[in-house]
């Protein structure tokens, strides 16, 4: 069966970085595009951008530039998410979602929390 | 960008009761490319609906999605006690891609 697991809780520092993995299976990798999504405490979803798993070309949404990467090693089918210079606007769940040809995300991983804190 | 306004924010019901929750775009939906996605406190969201009205795999006949263009519903027919949670919108025709805000269904 197709399952998105993804690392465990972080808390980190202003200004460090961390790097989220979403490792899938029960599916070839490569044919399905990664997508990213945010949500902040008590907040709704934010779609942060996805990554072409063919390819590795990543896109990403306005305001998820500079300080967010999204990244691939296809030989453990494992997306990954790094974000740099953290700040505390950034403590949220990061979500992976699978997302089917047309668009819409079939598969989510469990989440992970990335809490920013001095 | 397609800006997505669900409505109600809050809508209070006892179990048995029919659920009706709307989600209206800024503009038009390409391709009728509209999803539902149900979360539960604590977890992942979990798809319901793509395609404005076909609902995903494993997902009971309760729900249903209906709409075009810029005006969609979901429809929970009868609730189910599980089924008390938040659900979001998404429109997956254009980027970049958006949720609505969410409409908690929770138990009157």
């Known amino acids: 069966q197709v399952q998105l697991v993804q690392s465990g809780s972080e808390l980190k520092k202003p200004g460090a970085s961390v790097k989220v993995s979403c490792k899938a299976s029960?599916?070839?990798?490569?044919?399905?595009?990664m997508n990213w999504v945010r949500q902040a405490p008590g907040q709704g979803l934010e779609w942060m951008g996805w990554i072409d798993t063919n390819t590795g070309n990543p896109t990403y949404a306005q305001g998820f530039t500079g300080r967010f990467v999204f990244s691939l090693d296809t030989s453990v089918s494992t997306a990954y998410l790094q974000i740099s210079s953290l700040k505390a606007e950034d403590t949220a769940v990061y979500y992976c979602?699978?997302?089917?040809?047309?668009?819409?995300?079939?598969?989510w991983g469990q989440g992970t929390l990335v809490t920013v804190s001095s | 960008e397609i800006v997505l306004t669900q409505s109600p924010g809050t809508l209070s019901l006892s179990p048995g009761e029919r659920a009706t929750l709307s989600c209206r775009a800024s503009?038009?939906?390409?391709?009728?490319?509209l999803a539902w996605y149900q979360q539960k406190r604590g977890q992942a969201p979990r798809l319901l609906i793509y395609g404005a009205s076909s609902r995903a795999t494993g997902i009971p006949d309760r729900f249903s999605g209906s709409g075009s263009g810029t005006d969609f519903t979901l429809t929970i027919s009868r609730l189910e006690p599980e089924d008390f949670a938040v659900y979001y919108c998404q429109q997956y025709g254009s980027s970049p891609e958006t949720f609505g805000q969410g409409t908690k269904v929770e138990i009157k």
């Open positions: 029960g599916y070839t990798f490569t044919r399905y595009a």
């Open positions: 503009q038009s939906v390409s391709s009728n490319y």
């Open positions: 979602g699978r997302g089917d040809r047309t668009g819409y995300y079939d598969y």
